[in-house]
């Protein structure tokens, strides 16, 4: 029964957090349903989401060769990888894009913003674990990364730590309590609260 009640406190937590954390890079549909991209510092320019519109089924297969072809002529370039992984998790093409932000990892592994998108594509592809993995490693280095925090709260609330996950959000909400972008994670935090004490 709390799973029950767990799994749809988390669904309403996922389209409350779709709809206003934001996406990664340039205008392009709505991220994942419940994953809060990160803006991506080093790579292309941040840009608000459009959760109205909805994802095509496949990225332009033009996009794809074109953005694949500068990734192995250039292999340096690290723009060209972050543009790969954000066009194909737009897309829901988790593993495919999960490839592209590791190797944009391995030319910048200091960069936390496509760190936390790697970790948003793998609670995406229900790989919850893995992506705990990349936002402690990317709290490590930025213990005040937001979307780092939203995220492994939902990876949390994943992996069935609804305890854990309220006490990520509530450090979340101490350290940005203006934060519009927020509003509302409080009434979802009471919402698992009130699930687990009726378990």
């Given amino acids: 029964m709390i799973y ?4 749809m406190v988390f669904g309403f937590v996922l389209g409350y957090m779709a709809a206003n954390m934001g996406d990664h890079a340039e205008p392009r549909p709505a991220p994942p349903p419940g994953v809060a991209a990160a803006d991506a510092e080093a790579a292309p ?3 608000p989401a459009s959760p109205a519109r909805e994802r095509p089924s496949a990225p332009d297969p033009n996009e794809v060769r074109a953005l694949e072809s500068l990734a192995a002529r250039e292999k340096g370039n690290l723009q060209s990888r972050v543009e790969l992984g954000n066009l194909l998790m737009d897309h829901g093409q988790y593993d495919d894009a999960a490839r592209w932000y590791r ?3 391995a030319l910048a592994p200091e960069n936390n913003d496509v760190r936390v998108d790697l970790g948003a594509c793998l609670v995406s592809a229900g790989k919850a674990d893995e992506a705990l993995a990349e936002f402690d490693r990317a709290l490590a280095r930025d213990p005040g990364h937001r979307k780092a925090l939203f995220n492994k709260g939902i990876a949390l609330m ?3 730590k609804p305890k854990e996950a309220v006490a990520v959000w509530e450090g979340l909400l101490k350290r940005y ?5 927020l509003r509302g994670l409080r009434e979802q935090i009471d919402q698992v ?3 687990r004490g009726r378990s």
């Fill in 103 to 105: 190797e944009a990892l």
């Fill in 4 to 7: 029950a009640v767990a799994g």
């Fill in 45 to 47: 320019p941040a840009r």
């Fill in 193 to 195: 609260r009130a699930t």
């Fill in 177 to 181: 309590p203006d934060d519009p972008q």
């Fill in 158 to 160: 994943q992996t069935g």
